[in-house]
């Protein structure tokens, strides 16, 4: 569950930087009162921690689930 929510959290950021790079508009803060507000330095810092953990997405060996063909 925390991958799924990190995952999506962490697209979240990559479409912000897109719109920066783009537009040089920035989604999170305009949503929340600008880059100073305590609520968009959440939304960057949730979005921080949440790319460090995708990293550890890379090193994980994935299972392989075989599913019963009938």
Same mark, same amino acid.
Request: net charge negative.
């Given at each position: 569950? @925390?991958?799924?929510?990190? &995952?999506? &959290? #962490? @697209?979240?950021?990559?479409?912000?930087?897109?719109?920066?790079?783009? =537009?040089? =508009?920035?989604?999170?803060?305009? $949503?929340?009162?600008?880059?100073?507000? #305590?609520?968009?330095? @959440? *939304?960057? #810092? &949730?979005?921080? $921690? !949440?790319?460090?953990? !995708?990293?550890? &997405? $890379?090193?994980?060996?994935?299972? *392989?689930? +075989? +599913? +019963?063909?009938?």
């Amino acid at each position: 569950m @925390i991958d799924r929510i990190s &995952l999506i &959290l #962490t @697209i979240i950021g990559a479409l912000n930087w897109g719109s920066i790079g783009l =537009f040089q =508009f920035d989604l999170v803060a305009w $949503l929340f009162g600008g880059q100073d507000a #305590t609520w968009s330095r @959440i *939304v960057y #810092t &949730l979005v921080g $921690l !949440c790319g460090l953990w !995708c990293i550890s &997405l $890379l090193f994980r060996k994935r299972e *392989v689930i +075989e +599913e +019963e063909t009938r």
